[in-house]
């Protein structure tokens, strides 16, 4: 397996997830200017991902702040945060980090400089191994909702490759297959940066779990011929009524689902969980180059000096979503009472 987020000391060392499938390259980065970098540029992508990669970066950033006292070192961690708060707006994961990375400062802060810099390093560590265990306590609630022979269509990637292991919506298949079941995945392309395409078809092939690859305009077709049984998708952030925000064109699939009667889940640890905001309206959607519609693989393919739009993200409403699957069980409708519940309990909500 690979891995997609490592720590390596004095780096921190990622997948380099613009280049695959074709190349499988890892890039170390040496200080916190490099990490953030690296998430702007989607190195590193995926909402846990970042999350995990920026606490990362605020621990490599302090150690290498050079700061003589606590004074100092504050000064430094609050420009780190800064810096990792501006690579993307819309997962939420990586709000949640950054505030986490925040609080176990003051915590340490007694203990004098040394205590924060260490103790930070070892929190930003502990979360990366607790994304993988998290994902697998998702996968093992998830399974349950996956029939034997299941036909599952997933959206973007939410892999292994978008966490720190194991996945959050392939996590919840992996954990299918490894409970015995057979499934095939059905993987939509994704444009306009082909995360279904390039990532989540790479995974699942190199874990020989069947996967078909389609174009993201071909997901009602075989929806209206009978072909595809549930849908499962990760989430950048989930509002506390239940509005599911994930990769553009999330919301095309769910409104496709329920008029074929097709269920429809989203598969995201609480940190996703976004319970200070009412709705999905209020879920900054990141627009990103515009590059990224007008060319494919440095091609232009549409012409020059036309209006382009590319939000990353949308907003898939509550009505439309079966269950949310958290690593704290199932949640369900209405989700502004569940939620709450589930994000503080180990029981199904
Ligand atoms: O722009 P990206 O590739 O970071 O978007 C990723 C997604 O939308 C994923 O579906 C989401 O982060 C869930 S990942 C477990």
Redesign the pocket.
Known sequence: MFDTIRWDGDAVVLIDQRYLPVKEDYLACRDAGAVASAITD?VV??????GVTAALGIALGLKQSGAKDLESLRERMEEVCALMAGT?PT?VNLFWAIDRMKRRFEELSEGGLEAVVEGLEREAVAMRAEDIDINRRMGAHGAALVPDGARILT?????AL??AGY???LGMMRAAVEAGKKIEVIADETRP?L?GARLTAWELERDNIPVTLITDNMAGHFMARGEIDLVI????RIASNGDVC??IG?YSVAVLAKEHGIPFYA??PVS?FDLSIASGKEIPI?E?PLEEVSHFQGVRVAPEGITIRNP??DVTPNAMVTAIICENGIARAPYSETLRRIAKSEQAA
């Open positions: 989607m992508r995926g909402a846990p991902a970042i993307r997962a959206h973007c990637n939410a892999g978008a966490t996945g959050t919506a940066f995360q998708t990760g989430s950048d994930n990769k999330t598969v995201a996703t990141e990103r990353a993200f």
